[in-house]
T-cell receptor
Framework: SQTIHQWPATLVQPVGSPLSLECTVEGTSNPNLYWYRQAAGRGLQLLFYSVGIGQISSEVPQNLSASRPQDRQFILSSKKLLLSDSGFYLC?????????FGSGTRLTVV | AQSVTQPDIHITVSEGASLELRCNYSYGATPYLFWYVQSPGQGLQLLLKYFSGDTLVQGIKGFEAEFKRSQSSFNLRKPSVHWSDAAEYFCAVGGNFGNEKLTFGTGTRLTIIP
């Protein structure tokens, strides 16, 4: 069966520090992968999506970047975090039946 | 551009009462519509989806939704809510059977009172 793993579950980082969030999927090949951010009291904002290894599309200009070094691995990064990067980050993959989401990472930048 | 509107930010209902959460969408082609539920601090779980065919779709946990093309709506319903239904609910629209970017509404937070 297909599963999606996302870690860490929670993270507290100081302003200006780097960030790396990892997402991996199992049980599927060549999935479409997505990073969403959910700010407090707001909906889900699509940050990046990828249709294959090394293929990244950015939806909004921001302080973050994404990479897909392997077929089933999707990484969200930042060189220097800002306070505004705080939020709940969700990884997802899609297939013909819609999305499957990871359990999310709560990032607090202090 | 595609968009989803969930006009109710917060709804409170009594346990055992009926529920309807509203969703209106804008999409230029055949829409593929979804409802997801999110418990606090968790990821999103798919409740149900509409691709084609019967406009009344059944989902998990006793939820159903009705697609009304003339009204561009996809409202979620449940005849009798349970305390465990308290969560945030998101409507989403996309194309290609959901295998592409989905656009989400801002969500409706559901509170259940005894």
């Amino acid at each position: 069966s297909q599963t999606i793993h996302q870690w860490p579950a929670t993270l507290v980082q100081p302003v200006g520090s780097p960030l790396s969030l990892e997402c991996t999927v199992e049980g599927t090949s060549n999935p479409n992968l997505y990073w969403y951010r959910q700010a407090a009291g707001r909906g889900l904002q699509l940050l990046f999506y990828s249709v294959g290894i090394g293929q990244i599309s950015s939806e909004v200009p921001q302080n973050l970047s994404a990479s897909r070094p392997q077929d089933r691995q999707f990484i969200l990064s930042s060189k220097k975090l800002l306070l505004s990067d705080s939020g709940f980050y969700l990884c997802a993959w899609s297939e013909s039946e819609g999305y499957t989401f990871g359990s999310g990472t709560r990032l607090t930048v202090v | 551009a595609q968009s989803v509107t969930q006009p109710d930010i917060h709804i409170t209902v009594s346990e055992g009462a009926s529920l309807e959460l509203r969703c209106n969408y804008s999409y230029g082609a055949t829409p593929y519509l979804f409802w997801y539920v999110q418990s606090p601090g968790q990821g999103l779980q798919l409740l149900l989806k509409y691709f084609s065919g019967d406009t009344l779709v059944q989902g998990i946990k006793g939820f159903e939704a009705e697609f009304k093309r003339s009204q561009s709506s996809f409202n979620l319903r449940k005849p009798s809510v349970h305390w465990s239904d308290a969560a945030e609910y998101f409507c989403a629209v996309g194309g290609n059977f959901g295998n592409e970017k989905l656009t989400f509404g801002t969500g409706t937070r559901l509170t259940i009172i005894p």
